[in-house]
């Protein structure tokens, strides 16, 4: 079993709204081996995902 997690694209913070094409897309440059594994399959574990957790910046650890 793989120790990768299975990443969401829409809840990265890399996945935005491109005016443009009128849908999300995502802003970071895969290569063409990490493009094949993502159209693949939906168990694609990202190496650039990164949660977009609004809230974070201003959660304060005690």
């Known amino acids: 079993m793989s120790d990768k997690k299975i990443t969401n694209c829409e809840t990265c913070t890399y996945y935005v709204y491109d005016d443009d094409y009128d849908c999300y ?7 063409e081996d990490e493009m094949a594994r993502f159209l693949a399959g939906s168990n694609y574990a990202c190496p650039y995902y990164r949660l977009d957790d609004e809230y974070g910046v201003v959660r304060h650890h005690f």
């Not at 897309?25 to 290569?31: A, E, Q």
């Open 25 to 31: 897309v995502c802003m970071v440059d895969l290569d």
